[in-house]
Nanobody, 115 residues
Framework: QVQLVESGGGLVQPGGSLRLSCAASGSISSINEMGWHRQVPGKGRELVARITRSGSTNYAGSVKGRFTISRDNAKNTAYLQMNSLKPEDTAVYYC?????????WGQGTQVTVSS
């Protein structure tokens, strides 16, 4: 079992920045990939970014060049730095990880980009 606790998020003006954190606990030795999906009402979850244990990363085309994912394996924590935020980035962001063949999800954090 893996538990994920998210922090960060909130309200920011267009062009602003936010950083999300995702701290893992439990069976952390089995954790490989970590990342974030996001979801807006009425739509499915969209992969935003992911990072493997070795540091390989992938991004959605809509956030490439603006968002940066990183992780601190010693702290079992992943980070999502979001810059140049746009109103269309407004969503609930969910941290996830794959561990031991199962997927685990954080509680979600609201990101609202509005003037």
């Amino acid at each position: 079992q893996v538990q994920l606790v998210e922090s960060g998020g909130g309200l920011v003006q267009p062009g602003g920045s936010l950083r999300l954190s995702c701290a893992a606990s439990g069976s952390i030795s089995s954790i490989n990939e970590m990342g974030w999906h996001r979801q807006v009402p009425g739509k499915g979850r969209e992969l935003v970014a992911r990072i493997t244990r070795s540091g390989s990363t992938n991004y959605a085309g809509s956030v490439k060049g603006r968002f940066t994912i990183s992780r601190d394996n010693a702290k079992n924590t992943a980070y999502l730095q979001m810059n140049s935020l746009k109103p269309e980035d407004t969503a609930v962001y969910y941290c996830y990880t794959y561990a031991g063949g199962d997927d685990y999800w954080g509680q979600g954090t609201q990101v609202t980009v509005s003037s």
